[in-house]
């Protein structure tokens, strides 16, 4: 079984004593911004992009996924106990977690959380070391009119799924995409809305806008809106970990999430708040106690938690074999790729296997270090919470500006930091999604080297863009999309 | 998400939304935008000798949407589309906005593009570190002082060996 031997292969890399460190350090980082406020997985891993000039790739992705998956640990722990969602992912945990931690059991909820994370994110990695070669194997055989079609597809469930509507979903899109073409072009040679300005013919970098939008806007508007009175934190000091009842009643919500979370978070623009909504309707739907629900079910808590952390699995394989990114996080994942120079596609599993396999690897290894670090540790986590507002936000400016000068130590970057920090303001103001913005920034060039690449090979003819099977597929697929708010208005409105 | 947000998109008047109700400035800027990048990508060649497409066209296209969505949202705001302000960990979007702490952020974002280069890193840092902690209520200005001084200097030293080029420590006294 090749697979099976690649995957030791991986396990051998993986295992090396500093990648070993390196997994250690993004568990531990991932949990601790996880936890913090006001900082999440797609800008630390921007942040530490610079890294990347100092690190061997393998090290730096084994550290990126921990600190990926370790996120998706630490968010459950502020839902449940501060009832404070760091993302949209936790939003379900809190639900029913926060219940359950007011009525004296936080213990269990944190338990099933970081058990359910466990289980989910091993099965899912099962899932992907099985998923991403045969996907790779298909990728090789698609044609730049299918790579086409699929960032289309990709570009429209972005648009259409995150945010409150369509208009804002496609406004942040453009927007993405419209910086996107800034610098110069890399089939001609001409500069594009350069305006002579020699700074900018590079192109504005991901990690600008990221930072940007996700610290500089993020700081701006929790300035502006300040909510100084400081959570209740629910004690879970003395309490019982699960159960047998407990156990009993967590371990089909655990798997029912998994199969939910998993190719959920392979499609483009589901992230990981449309999978945690399905699994906690599914779970109080199927549950056998629906008196509990709204006062603390334990299912609630189960079901959405497995359904994050297999989604967080599910991004990496589209990521992996395609090279689409379909989160933020995906996107400074694929940021992080080209900064290497590797291109992730069906080829990187021929051209670098030590690479992918021992990043693949590296996800069991950081599940056990991870479930380790969560549940016995918690106590120790949630002190974290205690760094004052007003120095953490000011902290995060420190390291966000660093970010930005640090790229190539030019003001043209802080000036765009700066506009771009007030946009990501306006568009918390006025409820605009962000991750379609980066989608856009970082897809839009790709979908345009593949479209010209495609209609150039057709001589000009725009039916070549649905000459082959799949291609048509795919943009039926994306225009249907278009349809979509109202299947999700009604799932809304059931959870 | 509030699950009663997203029942009052029509006729949106309910409770004093703390952002103006009628935010056309947003769709006339989209459109504004749309019109440079439009006008931008006419001035590209739209078609190249061998490809049928050449790099005008995606800057044409990203021009028009911009344009076009612009319009939409104008329409939409026109028809009473209600919008609400996000809320996050820390933050509450119904609360009034603080101008005195949004502008005090605000100037600690716009300061590095003037300081970073002649004054450096470090000390662009310390004195935006202590504009943030007073944008969020923090009146220990000397605590922060220390605080902002420590970090930056850690972060300079920590980065440095990391390979980032971050400049001079304090560039007038040439360290």
Sequence with gaps: ?495 | MSTDGNNTTEGGSQAAAPASPRPYWIGVGLMAMGAVWLYAGFGLPQGARYAAVGPGLFVTLAGAGLLVLGAILVLQIWRGESFEAQDAEDADGATKMDKRAFLTALVAVALPIGTMGPLGMPFTATLSFMLVANAFGSRRWWLDLICGLVLACAAWFLFKQLGLQLGRFFPPLGV
Excluded at chain 1, 228 to 250: C, N
């Design chain 1, 1 to 495: 079984m090749e697979t099976f031997e690649l995957l030791l292969h991986g396990f051998s890399v993986a295992l090396q004593p500093t990648n070993l460190m390196w997994a250690l350090v993004g568990s531990v980082l991932g949990t601790a911004i996880g936890i913090l406020p006001g900082i999440g997985p797609a800008l630390t891993i921007a942040l530490l992009l610079p890294v990347t000039t100092a690190l061997a790739p393998t090290s730096a992705f084994i550290m990126f996924a921990g600190i990926l998956y370790g996120a998706m640990y630490g968010g459950s722990t502020t839902s449940i106990l501060l009832n404070t969602p760091g993302e949209a992912g936790s939003m379900m945990t809190a639900l029913e977690g926060n219940k359950m931690a007011r009525a004296g059991r936080g213990a269990a909820a944190l338990a099933t959380a970081a058990i359910g994370s466990f289980v989910a994110g091993t099965i899912a990695t099962l899932a992907l070391t099985f998923a991403a070669p045969a996907v790779a194997e298909l990728a090789f055989y698609f044609k730049p009119t299918d790579y086409f079609a699929i960032t289309a597809l990709a570009f429209c469930s972005v648009a259409v799924v995150m945010g409150t509507s369509r208009t804002r979903g496609f406004v942040s899109l453009f927007l993405g995409i419209a910086i996107g073409v800034i610098g110069i072009d890399t089939m001609t040679g001409q500069p594009r809305l350069t305006f002579g300005n020699m700074q900018l013919l590079r192109g504005i970098a991901l990690t600008v806008v990221l930072v940007s939008l996700f610290a500089v806007g993020e700081i701006l508007y929790v300035a502006s809106r300040y909510r100084s009175t400081p959570g209740v934190m629910a004690p879970i000091k003395g309490q019982l970990w699960m159960t047998k009842q407990d156990f009993a009643r967590s371990w089909k919500p655990w798997l029912r999430g998994t199969a939910i979370g998993f190719p959920m978070g392979a499609l483009p623009g589901s992230g990981s708040e449309i999978p945690t909504m399905l699994s906690y309707t599914l779970e109080r739907k199927l549950t056998k106690h629906p008196e509990e629900f709204g006062k603390g079910a334990i299912e609630g808590v189960a079901g959405p938690e497995a359904a994050n952390n297999a989604a967080a699995a599910g991004i990496l394989v589209p990521l992996l074999t395609l090279g689409l990114p379909t989160s933020a996080t995906a996107a400074v994942l694929l940021a992080a790729f080209q900064n290497y120079g590797l291109q992730p596609g069906p080829f990187l599993f021929t051209s670098n296997p030590a690479l992918i396999w021992g990043l693949i690897a590296s996800l069991y290894v950081g599940n056990v270090m991870l479930l380790v670090l969560n549940l016995p540790l918690v106590g120790i986590w949630v002190q974290l919470l205690r760094i004052p507002r007003p120095q953490l936000y000011a902290g995060i400016l420190v390291f966000a500006m660093i970010g930005v000068w640090g790229l190539a130590g030019s003001w043209m970057d802080l000036t765009i930091m700066l506009v771009v920090g007030l946009a990501g303001y306006v568009m918390r103001v006025y409820d605009f999604p962000i991750a379609p913005v980066l989608i856009g920034l970082i897809l839009g060039p790709m979908a345009e080297t593949q479209l010209r690449t495609a209609l150039a090979a057709g001589q000009g003819n725009p039916m070549v863009l649905v000459s082959t099977p799949l291609s048509a597929i795919l943009l039926t697929l994306a225009v249907l999309l278009l349809a979509l708010p109202i299947l999700l208005k009604r799932l809304r409105a059931n959870a």
